[in-house]
Every structure is written in structure tokens, then in C-alpha cells.
């Protein structure tokens, strides 16, 4: 067994990715990255053995955004930037169910930034997949929060100048207990990542670099700068902090666990319509 697995759930059923197509065909781009990640996580549920019906995919808005709908699982496509509270909620409100976060760099690090941040402190057990694509795709090739400061646009001359964040940096210091990076151009090893995050008791935070071909066609190189970290840094938050400042961002794997604050936080008691109501009469 791997570093990577962990033993099945009782509940698991021998399941194919092609069970967790929906009819719908995606309309990304030709070569987008975004289409190894859908099949990544196909792969990865099926192998997590929950049937689509106990799985619900939360988005927000963006191209990477779209991709609840391509799958036969429960989703939701909320609104920019709020995939995580929706994500929170149905958690909250169905701890049974296995919920995913997916999104893009846009969606997740800019409108959605303070939610992620929050997301990594409250450590409720979910996965968040953002497509790390270092650009605005839907909204034709605006710079975002990973863009390079000196990419040149047609809307960003020159170059924005800005000096990008380091999501992992800050999932990091924000207290995420499980940081991982994955490619999308390689399928197989992205499909561990997420099934691991899957698992993993409490938020798991999955970069994948997922390449814009509209936008952004040299992160066709990606594939060349892409390569396996050494080795996951296990508890020891300041060397992993140390490690993200100096990597380059192409290490790929698990780069964070943390066991010892793995524990999930716990759902909120149940209260019916009618108490809730009663509380808020007496606080009147
Ligand atoms: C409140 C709000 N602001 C702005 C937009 C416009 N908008 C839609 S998608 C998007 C950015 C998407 O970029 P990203 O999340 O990186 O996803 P990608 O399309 O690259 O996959 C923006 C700014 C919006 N829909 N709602
Ligand atoms: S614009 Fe970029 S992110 Fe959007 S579908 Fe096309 S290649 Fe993918």
C-alpha cells in the first residue's frame, strides 16, 4: 500500500469513471487542461467506490466552473467566488454526503479569496480542487491573483507588475491540514492526488495546474517544468512553509499533512424550523 492509499470506506462499490458521466458534452476548449482534470476525478470517485448520488460537486462561476455539470453527481454552479460556503453549508447540513469544491484560480484566490482562507481554518472535511490556470478564462484572459507579473496581454500591457500569491504558501499559514499539487496533463498521478484528498478527514486543498490553451497556450510547456516533489513534509507546518516560499511551483504530489490537526470540525447540531423560530421570538 502506498503512501497515498488509505483502506476503502465499508460503503465502497466497484464503480467505473464512466459512471459519473453526465450526457452533457463539456465545451471547453480544444486542449484545455480542464478536461484531464474531469477525468482525474472521474477516475478518482470510482475508485473512492460512493455512488454519484452520495457525491455533490459545489462551483462557482469560470470555465473550471463548469464542470458539475459534466458529472452524473449532485452539483451545484452557485455564483463568482462562492463555491466554498455553498460547499460548507451542504456539508454542514449532509455530513453523510462526500462534497467537493472545484473552481479556478480566479474564482478560488481573488473574488473567493477570504473564503478560502477560512475554508483552511475550519478544516471541515471536504475536498477543494482549483484549476490553476494563472488567468480570467471566461472572461477572455484577464491577469488573476497567480499570474505572472510580467505576462503580456492584449487587456495588461507590459504586464500587470504584481506580485503573485503562492496558494499553498497560503493555505499553509491559513492552517490547511492537506496541500497537494497535481497537473493536468497527468491524468493518472492527479487521480491519486484527489482520491487522497478525498479521504483525507478534514479539507484537503488540490492545486492542479490546468493549462488555458485560449489564453495561455506556452502552459502547453508545463509539461516540461512539471516534476515529482522528493516527499510530503508530515506536521512539521514551518518546513513545509519554508519548502512552498522556495519551490518554483511545479512540484508535483502531496506537499503537507497534518495528523495532528486533522480532526474535522463538527457539524452544528440539528435545530428544526420551529425552534430556530422560537429562539429568534425570545431574542426579540
Ligand atoms: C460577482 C461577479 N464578478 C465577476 C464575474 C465575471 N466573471 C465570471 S467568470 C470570471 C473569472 C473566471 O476565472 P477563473 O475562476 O480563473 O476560471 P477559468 O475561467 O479560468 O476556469 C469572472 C471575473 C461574475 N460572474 N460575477
Ligand atoms: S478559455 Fe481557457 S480555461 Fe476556458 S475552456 Fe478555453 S482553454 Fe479552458
Redesign the pocket.
Known sequence: MSTLEIAAPAHAQVLAAHDFHSGATPIWCPGCG?YGVLSALEHALAAHGRPPHEVVLVS??????RLPAYTSCYGFHG???RALPFAAGVKLARPDLEVIAV??????F??GGNHFIHACRRNLDMLYLV???R?????KG?P?PTTEPDWDSDIAPGGLGLRPFEPVALALAAGATFIARGFAGRSHELSDLILAGIKWPGFAFVQVL?P?MAFRSEQFGWKDSVRATSHAIEDDRAAAHAAAIADDGYSLGVLFRDHRASIPARPAAKASLTQIETQFMVCR
Open positions: 480542464d462557482g462561476i469560470g470555465c473550471s466552473s455564483v463568482h467566488g473552481g479556478g484560480d480566479g474564482d478560488g481573488s473574488i484549476m490553476d490556470n488567468v480570467y478564462g471566461m472572461t484577464q488573476s490546468s488555458c
